[in-house]
């Protein structure tokens, strides 16, 4: 059954919220008396609609229904979810809650994107103080994973873990923040980096340039695949985090940083750094720097999703659970099996703006791997020694595709005999044929690299396959060759 | 001629500095008195060997020569830049600036690592100030590519800028401070988390694997691809960074942080911290550790290049400098056309432990491109409205390989007329075919999106290949079909 989510407050990360219900299925139902809010919220949600679905190797459901509301009652009515994303002011927090618990479900809950308020705060005074959390996302919320759960002794563990359910139902990482204090985990961090650096800029150390290189140069690609901790361990080598703690341990008594002091928060130090990026980056539009920081999140997650490693372990993780292609057992074996469904992900695309050449055999790979696994060629059977290698690709592109579209592909197999597996993978959008993709794989022993028979299961499946395919005929383009000029 | 950097105190720094200029050619002279210096940077130079030179797209230069020296003296003796590493003692520092500068050319470059000291700490005393800088790296100094390089009003603009170049030239990227503070920019930045994360730990809100996930969930994937200041631009909207800082100035008076205050470094908070590090991390070596972590670096670096942005701009940059293929003038036209020369990258290689098929692709999709540039269809043209399309493909696999493999393509054109251009790639490890690849492009109007003729400059230099090249003959498996099962 479709699920509901209430957005109360849109802006930028109210928007995000909505996206990430959207596009994984959920109606959302939003409560904003800004007269922008549904072009604001519009906004992020191009956003999200040209990052998001193609950041896993799988495709997303059907997105929900997205409506807008006058009154706050009527935007909570029958919602799972209620996310509030107001100004940070806390007593209109606390009548935005009061608002809220009088029309919505009262197993309902409702998540606060506060930066900085414990939740004791937020539940203070309320009819229902169990049903709210803190649920504090990261900007772009429609990428970023992570969400910072904190809750308080009010709440009950049945709803703590219907929480994080759902955190991880719309693609996010539910970090419980079981004990709470101001501004939870990361803004602390984040607020530290920030005095500094308006110190730095200050007294004319460096500028808001050089702080965002030193950063992006050096220590911020670290911590996008390790944090502080697990960083500093390898820094210590084999003695460990204990010697790597005696030889920094010392630096806390140097004047290494002005953060027992706050600077004055003054007209000319905002204008000192106002100026310093528009110099730094005022030849972009926002507009330009969020699809910029879009495509880079993009590309970044899914490197590390091919390691997967930090949040790609989290894609990969998510991915497994929605692929949804049948396996030998479910699929019609009559027509051509679905071996992949997917959107098109913002960096499979070239300077010609169309999906790039090497990605439709990224693909046709991923097709070929999905079907040797229906084929009972998984990873338990690699880890024995046996796998397939590829011979020979024949690859015709027949129209072109962008970022975003939502493609399949469908698997022929032409032969599976003893040690040779021929199929030919044709890709659609919707009904418009694509590409297809030809190829000869052998089995090989991975021990001595060269060809082997399969198991006797492989063997067995093939032939099944075989047998129901065996009525398709012979698909139009395979065996051509590229032909020779006259 | 072959420049000689002198490495003073090997360990993971000294080690990374050694391979950033072995790796680009430079010849090294190393001095430690530690009797494990010489495997302690052999270890570094393995992991530098695995992950360096596949970073860009282009082959790096021959290594250089490696050798250990007893002294001090011998090893600084006709060195070009000197590195020292030693630990983070100014007395200590200053007795190596004596002991190399009494030794060493007047005009070398002596270079610090230090994390915290001030160049001109560095400089009291000194006989010729002017040849110390700071140029403080990042672990792993072998793929970040972050120097701050530090200065005083003792260094002349000379000697400044050809530190820079030097530095430029190993593929680090110099940061200049120009006015010292202790700690530089960076590590105050890191200084201030690390104070935060103590108080974190030591008062039961998170664990050191709780905090990490908070980091690289979160802000450190943003900060790999835009700073503090670009990501809050951004975050601020439209309105800018005025409207950000406005709203976010006030959290300065709040009790978001704790870094007025320095937690007290108990033998306690280190068990605490050791063990919970343990409990995190413990499942692998520092060694699997370092080298999962450069793979992340790598897969990351490489996807921020494919984005042109950030590090990956840095690597592009450097990419254009040092490619060396030749062009349609220097390149001896009856043989087939070196297009591409590069070390495969850790993040081309698959389960089966080589080489992926879809990156066979990506390389001779950029030898391709490199072909047709060398005809004439670069990025002016492209700008201008016509490109080619690849409309088939055919990829022949002779030969497996393996990350770190330095690969050449070589290109020979079988047809180019009118619109239509046919070429076959010849990958190469050395002598060895692993593999070939056969592709019919089709010029096109970016407009029209259909078939059109390219420029009379694209043909009339199609025409010279086409005549320099007809003695080749028809190579071996091109016009070949994958063969229709019997």
Same sequence: chains 1, 2.
């Avoid at 790597?244 to 008594?253: E, I, R, T, V, W």
Wanted: a negative charge; glycine letters at 10%.
């Amino acid at each position: 059954m479709t699920k509901t989510a209430s957005i109360i407050g849109g802006g930028v990360i109210g928007g995000g919220w909505a996206a990430r219900f959207l596009l994984s299925g959920w109606d959302v139902r939003v409560f904003d008396p800004d007269p922008e809010a549904e072009r604001k919220i519009g906004e992020v949600l191009d956003n999200a609609r040209r990052s998001l679905p193609g950041l896993s190797d799988v495709a997303l459901p059907d997105e929900g229904r997205l409506s807008f509301h006058d009154t706050l009652s009527d935007a909570v009515a029958g919602a799972d979810w209620i996310q509030e994303s107001v100004p940070e002011r806390l007593d209109l927090k606390l009548r935005v809650y009061a608002g809220v618990q009088a029309a919505c479900a009262a197993d309902a809950i409702i998540g606060s994107s506060t930066s900085g308020f414990k939740p004791s705060a937020l539940q203070d005074g309320s009819a229902r103080p169990a049903q709210i959390v803190v649920t504090h996302p990261f900007n772009p919320v429609y990428l970023l994973p992570l969400v910072e759960l904190v809750t308080t002794a009010a709440n009950d563990a049945a709803t703590i873990t219907r929480a994080q359910n759902i955190i991880r139902d719309i693609g996010m990482h539910p970090l419980h923040v079981k004990k709470e204090i101001d501004a939870h985990i990361a803004d602390r961090f984040l607020e530290a980096v920030w005095r500094e650096a308006l110190w730095l800029v200050r007294d004319g150390i460096a500028t808001t340039e050089e702080i965002d290189d030193a950063i992006r140069f050096g220590f911020g690609i670290r911590w996008a695949q390790m944090g502080l901790f697990e960083t500093y361990r390898v820094a210590g080598g084999e003695a460990g985090m204990r010697h790597f703690m005696a030889q920094f341990g010392p630096a806390l008594k140097w004047p290494w940083t002005k953060l027992m002091d706050v600077p004055d928060f003054t007209d000319e130090l905002v204008d000192l750094i106002a100026d310093q990026s528009d110099a730094q980056s005022g030849a972009y539009s926002i507009r330009e720097l969020e699809r910029i920081r879009d495509n880079n999140l993009v590309a970044m997650m899914r490197a590390l999703k091919g390691q997967d490693w930090g949040a790609g372990a989290l894609l990969n993780a998510q991915g497994h659970r929605k692929a949804g292609l049948p396996g030998l057992d479910q699929a019609d074996l009559s027509q051509p099996v679905p071996t992949l469904r997917r959107a098109v992900p913002l960096d499979w695309t070239d300077y010609n703006g169309h999906m790039t050449e090497s990605k439709y055999l990224e693909a046709f790979a991923l097709s070929t791997d999905r079907f040797m696994r229906v084929l009972g060629c998984d990873d338990d059977y690699i880890a024995s020694g046996g796998s397939y290698f590829t011979a020979e690709t024949h690859i015709r592109h027949i129209d072109e595709c962008h970022a975003g579209a939502r493609i399949e592909v469908r698997t022929q197999m032409l032969l599976g005999q003893g040690k040779k597996l021929h199929v030919f993978h044709s890709m659609y959008e919707g009904g418009r044929l694509l590409a297809t993709g030809e190829h000869f794989l052998l089995h090989v022993d991975l021990e001595t690299r060269r060809p082997s028979p399969p198991s006797a299961e492989i063997e067995a499946a093939m032939a099944r396959v075989a047998e129901a395919q065996a009525g398709l005929g012979w698909p139009e383009g395979a065996g051509n060759a590229i032909r020779r000029p006259a």
